[in-house]
């Protein structure tokens, strides 16, 4: 079924029905609805690819994943799709790896071959930023960050991820906790460094030892093999974990050897994922309102298309105080 066949039904040129499917000011009422019940009726379906070829974009939004699903990313590509459909638009998907400067190169090419009209960069590490800002882009591209970067020509959005840990910082010694631990996550990512760096700054100020142990992931398990190492050592007042997952790690390890949560340590986690408010006891955290942040970096995207400069976004993550530090 093509587009002349819908002209020939109702009686109307090509040009009529196609302004009509690209809502065109020009056509009457009537004729709009005579030429969209005709094409309900004969199930035409616009050719998408065509289309792009002749006016030069698709109008879709593109958007590149760099690392793997984790709960921010996650959270953040959903919020990116939903504000997309929401606007009655459409977006394709491509994978990198976001430590492989020809995969990211690849990824974006493959973008650009279905003519989007905007790209969005999931880049949860630094080293992605570098390599798009060694590329030349064709249309608007706006990166998605974990923290604060200084290439000029690049548009990004984030949450101020240093904030969040001297929230989360500050908390732990108002409580009156003099040794506290920050224990990190994957330190490649640039969350967790500026995470670990705000929260070395604030133990600083408040003149007590900033002590932190790092690991080499996000997880549950990485977080309770931290907890039994403490166990066989000292244990601190106060742990700052770099996720939530970790931090939910160490509660379970340290409950199960009869430690008290927060009397004897204190613990706060960073993202608060849904479990955090349901866990025994529910477990303090900071968090990151990743639906604003998807719908901040399509905005920037549209400035982008208008002819706005290159700039930058940060938003505010907020602190939620829960039983894992409240003592009673």
Request: hydrophobic fraction near 40%.
């Given at each position: 079924m093509t587009l002349s066949d819908v002209a020939d039904a109702v009686g109307v040129s090509s040009q009529t029905v196609s302004r009509v499917l690209n809502n065109h000011p020009s056509v009457r009422p009537e004729t709009r609805?005579?030429?969209?019940a005709a094409v309900r009726a004969l199930g035409y379906e616009p050719n998408l690819a065509a289309r792009s070829l002749a006016s030069g974009s698709s109008g879709a939004v593109g958007i590149l994943l760099t690392a793997g699903l984790s709960h921010g990313m996650a959270?953040?590509?959903s919020a990116i799709a939903r504000a997309v459909r929401e606007r009655g638009g459409t977006f394709v998907l491509a994978t990198a790896d976001g430590s492989?400067?020809?995969?990211?190169?690849?990824?974006?090419?493959?973008?650009?071959?279905?003519?989007?009209?905007?790209?969005?960069?999931?880049?949860?590490?630094?080293?992605v930023l570098a390599i798009l800002s060694s590329q030349?882009?064709?249309?608007?591209?706006?990166?998605?960050?974990?923290?604060?970067?200084e290439f000029?020509?690049?548009?990004?959005?984030?949450?101020?991820?240093?904030?969040g840990a001297r929230l989360a910082t500050e908390h732990l010694l108002a409580q009156g906790r003099t040794r506290p631990l920050h224990v990190t996550g994957d330190l490649t990512w640039q969350d967790a460094s500026e995470r670990l760096a705000a929260?070395?700054?604030?133990?600083?100020?408040?003149?007590?030892p900033g002590r932190w142990v790092g690991t080499d992931d996000w997880t549950g398990e990485?977080?309770?093999?931290?907890?039994?190492?403490?166990?066989?050592?000292?244990?601190?007042d106060a742990i700052f974990a770099g996720n939530d997952d970790i931090a939910l790690g160490l509660c379970h390890e340290l409950l199960a050897a009869g430690v008290t949560i927060p009397d004897d340590v204190a613990v706060?986690?960073?993202d608060d994922i849904p479990l955090a408010r349901w866990a025994t006891p529910s477990l303090s955290s900071i968090t990151q309102d990743f639906d604003a942040l998807g719908r901040a970096a399509l905005s920037l995207s549209d400035e982008l298309v208008k002819g706005a400069p290159p700039h930058n976004v940060s938003l505010e993550p907020r602190l939620v105080v829960r039983s894992s530090t409240a003592k009673s």
């Open positions: 609805q005579k030429v969209l959270s953040t590509f492989d400067s020809e995969s990211v190169r690849q990824a974006l090419a493959h973008l650009h071959g279905h003519r989007v009209a905007t790209t969005v960069v999931l880049a949860q590490r630094a080293d030349r882009h064709r249309g608007p591209v706006v990166a998605i960050i974990s923290g604060q970067h000029s020509t690049l548009s990004t959005v984030s949450i101020n991820q240093a904030l929260y070395q700054s604030a133990c600083s100020e408040a003149g007590v990485a977080g309770a093999r931290v907890a039994r190492r403490l166990l066989d050592s000292s244990l601190p706060i986690g960073f």
